[in-house]
């Protein structure tokens, strides 16, 4: 039986420190404010806003929410994202993705300030993450760092395969995973004999986004099984990208899906909430 990494858990533990380390902060005269913005009322993403507000709420950080109808011009979105980052009292700003078609995802990245962009998503930060430099980390691959490290399985000389080559996932997991001296490679939809090369893997990484693509005959016995997906099937159940059923007997450690990567990404949003409340 495989170790199960526990990320309702390991997240729980994090919000828990942050808590405490935000109360030290206050205590100094240091608040935390976060700028959540949601264009239009798509449902995963109300969802996803939502548990962020609470989270802060949690740990004692402010937020404040902009919710803009779907109809609002990228200027609009603009203005208001320049309005935040001269405002002093708020320390982090996150719009949440996707926006509407009629925006410039890009563009609107970038008008966030670097020092305010808690998602990491700004080329000045994934620029530092490249370099080995102090910016804010994407905060799901930040996430699978510290269930790594928190689950006790060494980084250091493995050959760690990622499945997925996202701005937001693959390619900054991929950058943290060399950073820990793993030895890397990067699988994606045009990669020759995926199965072999998963194969390969002692912690294998998986953001595809579909659902149960990794079967057992891409796992190597004893691996360590990273699922980033996830997905509700038909009968209304949440699986991942990876087949738990099949792989979890030959796994030597798998995430649970919900309840493996999910909660971490939260937890490390705030993590860099409070980092930003520091600089
Ligand atoms: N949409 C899906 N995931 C994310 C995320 O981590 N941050 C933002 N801003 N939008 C998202």
Do not use: W
Not at 14 to 35: P, S, W
Not at 207 to 223: F, L, R, S
């Amino acid at each position: 039986m495989a170790q199960l990494i526990d990320g309702k858990k390991i997240s729980q533990e994090i919000k828990d420190e942050l808590k405490e380390k935000v109360e030290k902060l206050n205590a100094e005269g240091i608040e935390g404010a976060l700028a959540v913005i949601q264009v239009g009322n798509d449902p995963a993403s109300s969802v996803y806003v939502r548990n962020k507000k609470r989270a802060c709420e949690y740990i004692g950080i402010r937020s404040e929410s902009y919710e803009l109808p779907e109809e609002t011009t990228e200027d609009e979105l603009l203005t208001l994202i320049e309005t935040l980052n001269e405002d002093p009292k708020i320390n982090g700003i996150l719009c949440q993705l996707p926006v509407p078609a009629h925006m410039d995802e890009n563009k609107i990245i970038r008008t966030i300030a670097p020092e305010k962009d808690v998602d990491g998503f700004h080329t000045q930060n994934v620029g530092a993450l490249v370099v080995g430099q102090k910016g804010f980390v994407s905060c799901t691959p930040a996430g699978v760092i510290q269930l790594l490290k928190r689950s006790g399985i060494d980084i250091a000389g493995k050959h760690c395969v990622v499945v997925g080559r996202s701005n937001i996932v693959g390619k900054p997991m991929a950058l943290l995973m060399l950073k820990e001296n793993a030895t890397v490679t990067i699988c994606h939809s045009r990669t020759a004999d995926l199965k072999a090369v998963c194969k390969q893997a002692d912690i294998l990484i998986v953001a595809v986004g579909k659902p149960k693509m990794i079967t057992a005959e891409y796992v190597k016995e004893g691996a360590t099984v990273i699922d980033v997906g996830i997905h509700r099937q038909e009968d209304g159940k949440l699986c991942g990208d990876v087949d738990f059923e099949q792989v979890e007997p030959i796994a030597g450690a798998i995430t649970p899906v919900p309840g493996g990567v999910g909660p971490m990404t939260i937890a490390m949003l705030m993590n860099n909430c409070v980092e930003a409340m520091t600089r």
